[in-house]
């Protein structure tokens, strides 16, 4: 089986890049779209997830026009097109570098859709910070039941 998700430490070099795991350079090369993410980090995404998120944000009609313009701000004007290098690595313009909080060590997260790019401290202060409303969530849904298999299921 193979994961479209992982959590990939690296560095954030002195040119201000930053390394596309080798397991990932396959879905990540050629053009990339890079935008400010909802938490404080940056999202790298191939051309054809942006349209789509970017259809999402300015097509929904339950938005004001104000939290429109807020999106428009903060996720479309922001969106640059970068290309990994032959090494892999993708330069990170500095107001992403900025807005993630990225220092020396960073995290390449792979979601479904997309990559997250954080300072590793950032990250893991982000979690801690964040267990109750983890927890809660996971309690709403049968907490640790979720992770028991079926009587019918291998294992």
């Known amino acids: 089986m193979e994961l479209k998700t992982g ?3 690296t560095t ?3 040119k201000g890049r930053v390394g596309i795991p080798a397991k990932l350079r396959d879905r990540y090369s050629g053009e990339l779209v890079i935008t400010c993410g909802i938490e404080h980090c940056a999202w790298v995404m191939k051309p054809d997830v942006w349209e789509h998120v970017v259809e999402k944000l300015t097509n929904s009609d339950l ?3 104000k939290e429109r313009l807020l999106i428009e701000h ?5 969106a640059q097109v970068l290309e990994p290098d032959r090494a892999g690595r993708v330069s990170i313009p500095a107001p ?3 807005y993630a909080r990225l220092t020396k060590e960073c995290l390449v997260i792979s979601a479904e859709n997309r990559l997250e ?3 590793e401290e950032f990250f893991f202060s982000f979690l ?5 409303a983890v927890q809660a969530a996971i309690n709403k849904m049968g907490s640790l039941k979720l992770f028991r298999m079926g009587a019918g299921d291998n294992g």
Do not use: S
């Open 63 to 65: 938005l004001t026009e």
């Open 12 to 14: 954030l070099d002195d």
């Open 96 to 98: 992403f570098r900025r």
């Open 128 to 132: 801690d910070e964040n267990q109750e």
């Open 117 to 119: 790019i954080w300072d």
């Open 7 to 9: 959590n990939f430490p």
């Open 74 to 78: 903060k996720y479309i004007n922001q």
